[in-house]
């Protein structure tokens, strides 16, 4: 199993890498915010499409209870599937933007 510090060094690297790429259209940046005291961590957008301004959260994670907690994933792909291709077990991660309920027919943890 693998220590808080490692989980956090995870993330940070997963979100790292998520940071690095081009927002689509307009003048968007994509801002890691890492709270290593509290445990959490996210990716917003912030910037302007046009006239329109952009402000949002892309990924919020948290670690409580030696799990990893996915509060919000708006990736393409899942950053679920990015901590497992790192070596995280399934009952370490959990889907927080699911209802306790639906969490149970997932093949990650319940909590």
């Given at each position: 199993m693998y220590s808080t510090a490692e989980y956090q060094q995870l993330i940070e690297n997963i979100i790292g890498?998520?940071?690095q790429l081009r927002?689509?259209?307009g003048e968007v940046e994509r801002q890691p915010v890492f709270d290593?005291?509290?445990?959490?961590?996210?990716?917003?957008?912030?910037g302007?499409?046009?006239?329109?301004m952009v402000?949002?959260?892309l990924i919020n994670i948290a670690i409580a209870d030696d799990k990893i907690w996915i509060h919000?994933?708006?990736?393409?792909?899942?950053?679920?599937?990015?901590?497992l291709a790192v070596g995280v077990p399934k009952?370490?991660?959990?889907?927080?933007?699911?209802?306790?309920?639906?969490?149970?027919?997932?093949?990650?943890?319940?909590?």
């Open positions: 890498e998520y940071a927002y689509s259209h290593r005291e509290n445990h959490q961590y996210l990716l917003m957008l912030v302007r499409d046009g006239r329109k402000h949002g959260c919000r994933d708006g990736t393409e792909d899942g950053v679920a599937g990015d901590l009952d370490r991660i959990v889907l927080g933007f699911y209802y306790p309920d639906t969490r149970k027919i997932t093949d990650f943890a319940v909590c």
